[in-house]
């Protein structure tokens, strides 16, 4: 099992930026664990908003309303997931939580919050 602490949540206003950080630890197979950021906002379902694969792959998939303007990344040396997340709009204004998949294995983090408003 590996645990996951996201940091780099804040106030931003409409049009900025934030980087999510995600270290994880309790695994020296961090690099084969595919990673998630999801996210939610009051009211709503968690929803996934982007994923990165594990291995010799690193392939990216993104939820079609952040397409463009965020990009997720791994730092398998740091045991680091990010999220670049540029012109945030308010409606990306939720709780942003990292997941680790691996087999059976499905981890969460505690979850960050982003809030974007003027």
């Known amino acids: 099992q590996v645990q996951l602490v996201e940091s780099g949540g804040g106030l931003v206003q409409p049009g900025g930026s934030l980087r999510l950080s995600c270290a994880a630890s309790?695994?020296?197979?961090?690099?084969?664990?595919?990673m998630r950021w999801y996210r939610q906002a009051p009211g709503n379902q968690r929803g996934l908003v982007a994923s990165?694969?594990?291995?010799?792959?690193?392939?990216?998939l993104y939820a079609d309303s952040v397409k463009g303007r965020f990009a997720i990344s791994r730092d398998n040396a740091k045991n680091t997931v990010y999220l670049q997340m540029n012109s945030l709009k308010p409606e990306d204004t939720a709780i942003y939580y990292c997941?680790?998949?691996?087999?059976?294995?499905?981890?969460w983090g505690q979850g960050t919050q982003v809030t974007v408003s003027s």
């Open positions: 997941n680790a998949g691996l087999a059976q294995y499905n981890n």
């Open positions: 990165i694969s594990g291995g010799s792959g690193g392939s990216t």
């Open positions: 309790g695994s020296s197979a961090f690099n084969l664990y595919t």
